[in-house]
């Protein structure tokens, strides 16, 4: 799988924001989306409305999200990481909210789409993650693929578990990996022990209360005020 990834800094010297890290973050994660529907596509899974594309799109969204609090939680502590998830499950969900209104026309997309993050979050927060790998374990990832699978049309959906898992996953996540290196959210090992300089810092300036957090747990709220 190839596509663009797109980072807004090039100055990693200067204090980059949560919301700067949270949009960079949203646009890369989107592109992945799509570029992994497309994918789907080609391998000719029944996907017969658009609805089922955007419902795809979501289902890749949450496990991104939700991988994000996996790769920070010992790193980031537990105010400032609810924080960067919540800022970026609600620019997620504007982009759930633009292209689902031009496929199905005005409506409130949102809110449906904060319920499904939510119920995703609590399975996903019962499955395994590989720390030394900084990937989804075994459970974590079939979880994925079921999700996926049940939004395809029922033709495919005897053979296709395999295929999300141990074949679609590990394409699309590598390029997830890359875009949260580029904002500075974990290091990259690749730069001979370097770190770039916003890691953590764009966040908090709370190193001393840091906290291990076993499996991330906590619900995403809607914001007070949504436009549709």
């Given at each position: 799988?190839?596509?663009?990834?797109?980072?807004?800094?090039?100055?990693?010297?200067?204090?980059?924001?949560?919301?700067?890290?949270?949009?960079?973050?949203?646009?890369?994660?989107?592109?992945?989306?799509?570029?992994?529907?497309?994918?789907?596509?080609?391998?000719?899974?029944?996907?017969?409305?658009?609805?089922?594309?955007?419902?795809?799109?979501?289902?890749?969204?949450?496990?991104?999200?939700?991988?994000?609090?996996?790769?920070?939680?010992?790193?980031?502590?537990?105010?400032?990481?609810?924080?960067?998830?919540?800022?970026?499950?609600q620019k997620m969900a504007d982009h759930v909210q633009d292209n689902a209104r031009d496929f199905s026309g005005?409506?409130?997309?949102?809110?449906?789409?904060?319920?499904?993050?939510?119920?995703?979050?609590?399975?996903?927060?019962?499955?395994?993650?590989?720390?030394?790998?900084?990937?989804?374990?075994?459970?974590?990832?079939?979880?994925?693929?079921?999700?996926?699978?049940?939004?395809?049309?029922?033709?495919?959906?005897?053979?296709?578990?395999?295929?999300?898992?141990?074949?679609?996953?590990?394409?699309?996540?590598?390029?997830?990996?890359?875009?949260?290196?580029?904002?500075?959210?974990?290091?990259?090992?690749?730069?001979?022990?370097?770190?770039?300089?916003?890691?953590?810092?764009?966040?908090?300036?709370?190193?001393?209360?840091?906290?291990?957090?076993?499996?991330?747990?906590?619900?995403?709220?809607?914001?007070?005020?949504?436009?549709?």
């Open positions: 799988m190839r596509i663009r990834i797109k980072t807004k800094w090039s100055n990693k010297v200067r204090e980059v924001s949560v919301e700067e890290t949270v949009s960079v973050l949203a646009f890369n994660c989107w592109k992945i989306g799509m570029q992994t529907l497309l994918e789907i596509e080609n391998e000719n899974f029944q996907i017969d409305t658009q609805q089922q594309r955007i419902a795809i799109i979501e289902e890749i969204v949450a496990f991104l999200i939700h991988s994000l609090d996996r790769m920070v939680y010992e790193t980031i502590n537990d105010e400032d990481r609810a924080t960067l998830i919540q800022l970026y499950a005005n409506g409130d997309y949102r809110t449906p789409f904060y319920e499904k993050l939510n119920r995703r979050f609590v399975a996903y927060a019962n499955t395994k993650w590989d720390k030394d790998k900084n990937q989804a374990g075994f459970s974590m990832g079939r979880e994925f693929a079921q999700n996926i699978m049940n939004t395809l049309g029922a033709r495919d959906q005897k053979w296709a578990l395999d295929y999300l898992q141990q074949v679609l996953l590990p394409d699309f996540f590598a390029l997830y990996i890359k875009t949260v290196k580029s904002v500075g959210l974990i290091e990259d090992k690749t730069r001979e022990g370097k770190q770039l300089d916003s890691q953590h810092h764009l966040l908090t300036d709370k190193e001393d209360q840091l906290k291990n957090v076993s499996t991330p747990r906590y619900t995403i709220a809607e914001p007070a005020t949504s436009k549709s």
